[in-house]
């Protein structure tokens, strides 16, 4: 399978880089000419656009940040999709609004294309290491086709269900993270206004029954969450709207997760 990449940020550009080094013919391409100076010691090609890149590609991945940026690079004029083949397959690691992945699923059905959507958790570090784990949903014969390549730098590959499934399951991921962020820094916070070391008390939890992600990731900041308001902040909140926006419409009740994620937004000076 010939593989096309674009999105070479500082998790696409592993993920890339797996690609390349798992032996696939890959061909690269970039509004930033810089990200892809790292890759020219490898065997990757370069497109001078989406389109010549969809040209010499099966399968297309994008990490690219929104949706306005997915439908831009493939929709847009000399898009993916207007080099892409009939049979040729479009991965979506972008973290959007799953509507965004059935709207281009249905336009580019039309081409004879097949769009799954693959968004990713783990970060750069996990790339590299060839462990993220993707979250896919779309046709499940696309999907095994996708496998070999996915599996250069993820394990494991989760096939979730139909197109969409894949966004809705890291948006309830990320959900359920950004409620960590704030039960775990209100609770170190109350235990230092009770006369404990935030770090002691961090080391204590972090190897008890309470441990998580999100507190290792606040013990890592500094044991506040400060820094990882600076980071991702406005990213949590992003997807914090889409989910609480999904459950408005689906009349489903979010209950005590939305709560505590909206708190931990408020913390972070990013309220939704």
């Known amino acids: 399978m010939r593989v096309g990449f674009i999105g070479l940020g500082s998790q696409g550009a592993p993920m890339a880089r797996r690609i390349?080094?798992?032996?696939?013919a890959t061909t690269l391409w970039a509004r930033r000419p810089e990200t892809l100076e790292?890759?020219?010691?490898?065997?990757?090609?370069?497109?001078?656009?989406?389109?010549?890149?969809?040209?010499?590609?099966?399968?297309?991945?994008?990490?690219?940040?929104?949706?306005?940026?997915?439908?831009?690079?493939?929709?847009?004029?000399n898009g993916v999709l207007a080099g892409l083949q009939p049979g040729g397959v479009i991965a979506v690691h972008s973290t959007v609004h799953p509507d965004t992945c059935r709207q281009l699923a249905e336009h580019c059905a039309d081409r004879g294309v097949s769009v799954i959507d693959a968004p990713v958790s783990g970060g750069g570090p996990a790339?590299?290491?060839g462990t993220l784990l993707v979250m896919v949903g779309g046709d499940e014969n696309a999907v095994?086709?996708?496998?070999?390549?996915?599996?250069?730098?993820?394990?494991?590959?989760?096939?979730?269900?139909?197109?969409g499934s894949g966004q809705l399951t890291k948006l309830l991921n990320n959900l359920l993270f950004t409620a960590n962020l704030g039960t775990a820094?209100?609770?170190?916070?109350?235990?230092?206004?009770?006369?404990?070391s935030t770090?002691?008390?961090?080391?204590?939890?972090?190897?008890?029954?309470?441990?998580?992600?999100a507190l290792n990731s606040i013990r890592g900041s500094g044991g506040t969450l400060d820094r990882l308001a600076a980071m991702a902040g406005a990213l949590l909140r992003k997807?914090?709207?889409?989910?609480?926006?999904?459950?408005?419409?689906?009349?489903?009740?979010?209950?005590?997760?939305?709560?505590a994620a909206d708190a931990a937004l408020a913390l972070m000076d990013h309220p939704r």
């Open 20 to 24: 390349v080094e798992g032996g696939f």
């Open 38 to 77: 790292p890759f020219a010691d490898t065997a990757a090609g370069v497109a001078e656009s989406p389109a010549e890149l969809g040209r010499v590609s099966d399968l297309v991945c994008l990490c690219v940040v929104g949706d306005a940026d997915v439908d831009e690079v493939v929709r847009g004029e």
């Open 185 to 196: 820094a209100t609770a170190l916070a109350l235990g230092e206004q009770l006369g404990i």
């Open 144 to 163: 095994q086709r996708c496998r070999p390549v996915f599996d250069t730098y993820a394990d494991p590959v989760v096939h979730l269900g139909g197109i």
């Open 239 to 259: 997807d914090v709207r889409l989910v609480a926006d999904l459950a408005h419409k689906a009349a489903a009740t979010p209950g005590a997760v939305l709560d």
């Open 127 to 129: 790339a590299e290491a």
């Open 199 to 213: 770090e002691r008390l961090a080391e204590v939890v972090c190897r008890g029954s309470s441990n998580s992600f």
